[in-house]
């Protein structure tokens, strides 16, 4: 009965302190995103071999690549790499990419649902192209083009923040 | 009160006497018969022995048997009565708690499906693409008719393609 009673007086204590802690929670999520600073910012990139020779999706791709089969004429979609970047406002990050290529991604801005990113890819010690994009959260950009192998690479670039 | 003959034998009488549950005079009957009848005597130690070994089994059964559930369900009965008792202002106290409980489950859920449920039908492309500038032969930007992903093709100049199949 003693234990009882001790388990009861517990319970009042937390359930209390549990619901500030929810109401919290609750009123963190109620914020607008807009009004909430965003410091940080997850970017991944996925390097994808395209190409006419054989036949098959990667299973990770399935969802990504639906759309892109009925624009491109490629019969082979294989994931290269993946790589994930975690950067803050104004921090570069640089990715890894077939044929000596380096993307260097840089979040300059993040407002509301977009983040201004800049990308700049190289090839060995030359830049191939600049760009500034509002990538969407949760969206992805793909950038494509460069022959590779028997194929053409696909990077996926995608933002989440 | 039945009296008993002395030379009748009844399995009925002897179990009763046994109980305990028989008046002086049955009693004093079924002692005199007892004490003449030799079926009888067996019979009734049969019962005393058939008796006591029941009443073992029981015993054991009962050692066997934990308690401490029921204990707790005949507490929380109690506990659940003594609310009623109460009336309607003790149903509201215990209710102080699950109410706000509740309202703010419902804030949750709808501030978070539309934080992050993703929009089925994006009304916008998924990146703007403010400037681009490189050495390329050609660049495409287009977007996917139903999910509007951005698409940036280009084609290397082709000193650097070489320059990658040299490599």
């Not at chain 2, 492309?125 to 681009?132: E, G, L, Q, V, Y």
Request: positive net charge.
């Amino acid at each position: 009965m003693k234990n009882r009673m001790r388990k009861v007086s517990t319970m009042q204590v937390r359930l209390p302190v549990l619901l500030f802690l929810l109401m919290l929670a609750g009123l963190w999520m109620s914020i607008p995103t807009a009004v909430q600073a965003k410091e940080r910012c997850r970017i991944s990139v996925d390097t994808i071999l395209a190409s006419r020779q054989g036949s098959g999706v990667d299973s990770r791709l399935k969802q990504d690549v639906s759309e892109l089969q009925n624009m491109f004429n490629y019969t082979s979609y294989q994931l290269l790499s993946s790589k994930t970047l975690n950067l803050k406002k104004g921090e570069s990050g640089t990715v890894s990419l077939p044929g000596n290529r380096r993307l260097k991604i840089t979040p300059h801005n993040i407002r509301e649902n977009r983040a201004d990113i800049a990308l700049q890819m190289m090839k060995k010690k030359r830049t191939v192209f600049q760009s500034q994009v509002q990538l969407l959260n949760r969206g992805s950009l793909f950038v494509g083009g460069p022959k590779y192998e028997n194929g053409n690479l696909i990077f996926k670039i995608s933002g989440s923040y | 009160m039945t009296h008993v003959q002395s030379n009748s034998c009844d399995d009925a009488l002897l179990i009763r006497y046994l109980d305990g549950d028989l008046g002086p005079d049955e009693k004093k009957g079924i002692e005199d018969h007892l004490q003449r009848c030799e079926t009888c005597r067996r019979q009734l130690a049969f019962f005393s022995d058939f008796s006591q070994d029941f009443r073992n089994h029981v015993q054991r059964e009962t050692d066997r048997v934990d308690f401490t559930p029921l204990e707790k369900e005949v507490i929380n009965k109690a506990l659940r009565q003594r609310y009623y008792k109460r009336g309607p202002s003790s149903l509201f106290a215990s209710l102080k708690f699950a109410v706000p409980a509740a309202a703010v489950a419902c804030l949750l859920l709808f501030f978070s499906y539309t934080r992050f449920a993703v929009d089925p039908v994006p009304t916008a492309p998924s990146a703007i693409i403010n400037s681009f500038t490189g050495s390329m032969s050609s660049v495409m930007i287009f977007e996917t008719p139903e999910t509007r992903q951005t698409i940036l093709w280009y084609n290397e100049e082709p000193d650097a393609e070489s320059e990658h199949h040299a490599s």
